[in-house]
Nanobody
């Protein structure tokens, strides 16, 4: 069983930046047992893919809406994954979720059903 805890959300004005963190436990021996992803869900909308990273961090993927503004990274030694969000827009407002997938592929997973474990979410609000 994997537990994921997000942090770093908050209120920011448009054009600003936030860095989300996700801590995974229990800490694995290798620290790379899961592919990781970030999703978000705005009120009244479905949960959508934001960014993903494979087990060894060698490949990443982004939703078109965040490409060039958001960066996903992982620190396997500390079993953590991060989402650096720059040039934030009001439409980025949502609850952001960290997720873990046992997938071994060389491409990041982008579908909700690819992920087995989810955090509780952290609110990001971008004011105009």
């Amino acid at each position: 069983q994997v537990q994921l805890v997000e942090s770093g959300g908050g209120l920011v004005t448009a054009g600003g930046s936030l860095r989300l963190s996700c801590a995974a436990s229990p800490r694995t021996r290798t620290g790379t047992n899961y592919a990781m992803g970030w999703f978000r869900q705005a009120p009244g909308k479905e949960r959508e893919f934001v960014a993903g990273i494979i087990r060894n961090g060698g490949n990443t993927a982004y939703a078109d809406s965040v490409k060039g503004r958001f960066t996903i990274s992982r620190d396997s030694a500390n079993n953590a994954v991060y989402l650096q969000m720059n040039i934030l827009k009001p439409e980025d407002t949502a609850v952001y979720y960290c997720a873990a997938s046992p997938n071994y592929g060389s491409s990041p997973r982008t579908k909700v059903w690819d992920y087995d474990y989810w955090g509780q979410g952290t609110q990001v609000t971008v004011s105009s």
